[in-house]
Nanobody, 125 residues
Framework: VQLQASGGGLVQAGGSLSLHCAAS????????VGWFRQAPGKEREFVAG????????FYADSVKGRFTITRDNAKNTVSLQMNSLKPEDTAVYSC???????????????????WGQGTLVTVSS
């Protein structure tokens, strides 16, 4: 499956953005999907994940309560709604998917086999 991320942009602190990850050549059905981000000079970090059954969501502590990951089967997309954005949320955000992820390791980017290109999110103070 090929993934395409979109929706990044420039927003003021406290604002909102919605990122979208579209799949082609396959569907998200049966796949765990994760959003990761990488800020300049920093390592890639887990942001949010949606277990393949669609029943479990996972969030980094830094975004819990502000970000929401959802899946739209009809549109074959996974979205990341980001509210109350902070300057420290500035990063390149990428979506990824895997079919054989282990539930206990959803936050581990090494499990993911399909990656979309990144989309830049910039939050100004």
């Amino acid at each position: 499956v090929q993934l395409q991320a979109s929706g990044g942009g420039l927003v003021q602190a406290g604002g909102s953005l919605s990122l979208h990850c579209a799949a082609s050549g396959g569907t998200f059905s049966g796949r765990t999907v994760g959003w990761f981000r990488q800020a300049p000079g920093k390592e890639r970090e887990f942001v949010a994940g949606l277990w393949r059954s669609g029943s479990n969501t996972f969030y980094a502590d830094s975004v819990k309560g502000r970000f929401t990951i959802t899946r739209d089967n009809a549109k074959n997309t996974v979205s990341l709604q980001m509210n109350s954005l902070k300057p420290e949320d500035t990063a390149v955000y990428s979506c990824a998917a895997c079919q054989t992820c282990i539930l206990s390791s959803v936050r581990n980017f090494q499990q993911y086999t399909s990656w979309g290109q990144g989309t830049l999110v910039t939050v100004s103070s």
